[in-house]
């Protein structure tokens, strides 16, 4: 995934002058710690990564905290303390999510003490099926096949979901008229407008027959979804100014801890008549 930590901006002078360039000096900033874990209902091991913020100038190379004490603990009382695999890379030992827990994520580093909170969702939401079409060459398609997911969306407002692709058991690479970009598989849906009702999502991956589609569904708590939301955001470039994603640490750490279900489907393209 193409993940761009920035530095916030608290101020920024905008001048009448169109011909002044204006350097906004990003790379003062202390680095902060960067906190990124997921727990799913699925079979551990369970990972969190744990390193520091560069300049927003830097090259995308985050250095590793090693030496914390990084613990998780659901509702039921059970916790786990992480062995830490490699340089700033924490593992679970015995732990299995169960879907509607509650986990705390606990982290000392440095001599600080950080701690986030989420609560994975109670149903594990099917992947109903995957469609392929053919598209002829055209302004807005590439030659080849496409796909389509389509799942129902339980009752109540407040469901959350991201997709995940592989294709033939990789991270699919997007070509952008000789630009290679990797997915970043960041894929969002909510039931804002859908609630309780079939959905369908179509994916802009170019297929050819025997491609493998590999296709993952997770069911996502509200605070994990905002914070893929804002990640999206600040890829694209969204926003007036340079911002941080959206954290369930709050303003203590940069990064994100989220429980949530998964589902799963794979299919393989066959090429029509």
């Not at 350097?23 to 680095?31: G, Y």
């Not at 905290?65 to 039921?76: C, F, K, L, W, Y």
């Not at 053919?134 to 407002?157: H, I, Q, V, W």
């Not at 493998?212 to 007036?240: A, C, K, M, P, W």
């Amino acid at each position: 995934m193409r993940t761009y930590w920035i530095l916030t901006i608290v101020s920024a002078l905008l001048l009448f002058s169109c011909e002044e360039v204006i350097e906004l000096d990003l790379d003062n900033a202390d680095p902060e710690i960067v906190i990124e874990g997921t727990l799913t209902d699925q079979a551990g091991p369970y990972t969190v990564k744990l390193s520091e913020s560069v300049g927003f100038y830097d090259d995308n190379v985050f250095p590793a905290v090693s030496g914390a004490v990084v613990r998780i603990s659901d509702d039921n009382g059970y916790a786990n303390l992480l062995e830490e695999v490699e340089p700033g890379i924490y593992q679970t030992s015995d732990l299995q999510g169960q879907r509607g827990s509650t986990y705390r994520l606990e982290v000392e580093a440095n001599g600080a003490f950080y701690t986030a909170v989420s609560e994975m969702p109670e149903l594990a939401v099917p992947i109903d099926s995957i469609s392929f079409r053919y598209e002829e060459e055209s302004l807005f398609y590439k030659e080849g096949y496409y796909f389509r997911a389509y799942f129902t969306d339980p009752e109540g407002l407040g469901d959350y979901y991201r997709f995940t692709v592989l294709v033939n058991g990789e991270v699919y690479v997007f070509d952008f008229d000789g630009d290679l970009i990797e997915d970043d598989n960041l894929w969002l849906a909510d039931d804002k407008y859908t609630d309780g009702n079939s959905q369908d999502y179509d994916f802009p991956h170019t297929l050819k027959p025997g491609d493998v589609v590999s296709l993952q569904l997770h069911h996502l708590n509200e605070d994990t979804f905002d914070y893929y939301r804002t990640l999206v955001d600040v890829i694209d470039g969204g926003g007036v100014a340079p911002s941080n994603p959206l954290s369930n640490f709050g303003d203590t750490a940069l990064g994100y801890f989220g429980a949530f279900s998964v589902t799963e489907m794979e299919r393989t393209v066959v090429p029509t008549n």
